[in-house]
């Protein structure tokens, strides 16, 4: 094992989907510096060669798989028979992590096609991937699925109606899956992240503006700190933890 790995992981195999890019890529990267083998995935094949590259050149195990998953259940069973096959069979580890993001949009000016694919993308990809993946870890025994969530899956806010429902499905789906497939030793929790710097963010800093003075710990949320609490979840150290929301947004909807 390179001498950059820790480990936690080792041995282990993990999907992160919207590895391209932002959160996604920051837990490829945290997954595969404790061992796990993993798989990037994304539309974006230069973004995700970059993700790639960057984990092999840290010492780890990374292939991409590029998946367009606004396109319904035949792409994403494509997606999942590739995993397998990369994988050697289903994943240790699922990180239901590709949203469609969406600026600040009141309900009356939203349209049905922005609808249409947040739902898409949001809801019903990680249902159906989750569906490809999770018999293999029910079969074996034993998985880890990390759902990434948000504080808008949590507390209301104007203009994020339609993300919000989308993140508050994926918060569902946590909880009911953990019931599903708890007793198979799948454990499945929720990471939801504040607002993080991301480049997304970057670009939309707008929509960040005043957010921060109502965090306790008046910041954003890293990478990195959002990736942690997903390497947490999906590692043995939490192997007694199912249906958790677990909150990394500097106290905002704790405190
Ligand atoms: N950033 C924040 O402040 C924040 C806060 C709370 C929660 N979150 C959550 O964190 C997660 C990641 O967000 P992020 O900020 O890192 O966003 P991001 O930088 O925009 O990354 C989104 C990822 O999702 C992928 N993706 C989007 N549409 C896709 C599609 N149709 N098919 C396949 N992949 C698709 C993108 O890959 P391609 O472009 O290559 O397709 C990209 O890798 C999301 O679940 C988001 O809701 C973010």
Do not use: C
């Given at each position: 094992m390179s001498p950059?790995?820790?480990?936690?992981?080792?041995?282990?195999?993990?999907?992160?989907?919207?590895?391209t890019s932002g959160i996604g890529a920051g837990i490829a990267r945290a997954l595969a510096a404790e061992?796990?083998?993993?798989?990037?995935?994304?539309?974006?094949?230069?973004?995700g060669a970059k993700v790639v590259a960057e984990i092999e050149a840290a010492g780890g195990r990374a292939d991409f798989v590029a998946a367009d998953?606004?396109?319904?259940?035949?792409?994403?069973?494509?997606?999942?028979?590739?995993?397998g096959e990369l994988l050697g069979g289903a994943p240790d580890v699922l990180?239901?992590?590709?949203?469609?993001?969406?600026?600040?949009?009141?309900t009356q000016d939203t349209d049905e096609a922005t609808v249409a694919s947040a739902l898409a993308v949001s809801v019903a990809a990680p249902f159906l991937l989750t569906r490809e993946l999770v018999p293999g870890m029910v079969a074996r025994g034993s998985g880890a699925v990390v759902n990434i969530g948000s504080i808008n899956g949590l507390v209301g806010m104007a203009g994020a109606a339609l993300y919000s429902a989308t993140k508050a499905a994926v918060h569902a789906l946590t909880?009911?899956?953990?019931?599903?497939?708890?007793?198979a030793g799948v454990r499945v929790n929720t990471v939801a992240p504040g607002p993080t710097r991301t480049e997304w963010?970057?670009?939309?800093?707008?929509?960040?503006?005043?957010?921060?003075?109502?965090?306790?710990a008046r910041r954003l949320s890293t990478v990195e700190?959002?990736?942690?609490?997903?390497?947490?979840?999906?590692?043995d150290e939490a192997s007694n933890i199912?249906?958790?929301?677990?909150?990394?947004?500097?106290?905002?909807?704790?405190?």
């Amino acid at each position: 094992m390179s001498p950059d790995l820790n480990g936690r992981l080792l041995g282990r195999t993990a999907v992160v989907t919207g590895s391209t890019s932002g959160i996604g890529a920051g837990i490829a990267r945290a997954l595969a510096a404790e061992g796990a083998h993993v798989l990037v995935t994304g539309r974006d094949e230069e973004r995700g060669a970059k993700v790639v590259a960057e984990i092999e050149a840290a010492g780890g195990r990374a292939d991409f798989v590029a998946a367009d998953l606004g396109l319904g259940a035949e792409a994403i069973r494509a997606l999942a028979a590739r995993v397998g096959e990369l994988l050697g069979g289903a994943p240790d580890v699922l990180v239901n992590n590709a949203a469609q993001l969406i600026p600040a949009t009141r309900t009356q000016d939203t349209d049905e096609a922005t609808v249409a694919s947040a739902l898409a993308v949001s809801v019903a990809a990680p249902f159906l991937l989750t569906r490809e993946l999770v018999p293999g870890m029910v079969a074996r025994g034993s998985g880890a699925v990390v759902n990434i969530g948000s504080i808008n899956g949590l507390v209301g806010m104007a203009g994020a109606a339609l993300y919000s429902a989308t993140k508050a499905a994926v918060h569902a789906l946590t909880k009911a899956w953990a019931a599903e497939f708890g007793p198979a030793g799948v454990r499945v929790n929720t990471v939801a992240p504040g607002p993080t710097r991301t480049e997304w963010n970057e670009r939309h800093r707008d929509l960040l503006a005043g957010m921060v003075a109502g965090i306790p710990a008046r910041r954003l949320s890293t990478v990195e700190e959002v990736a942690a609490a997903v390497v947490f979840l999906a590692s043995d150290e939490a192997s007694n933890i199912h249906g958790a929301t677990l909150p990394v947004d500097g106290g905002f909807t704790t405190v």
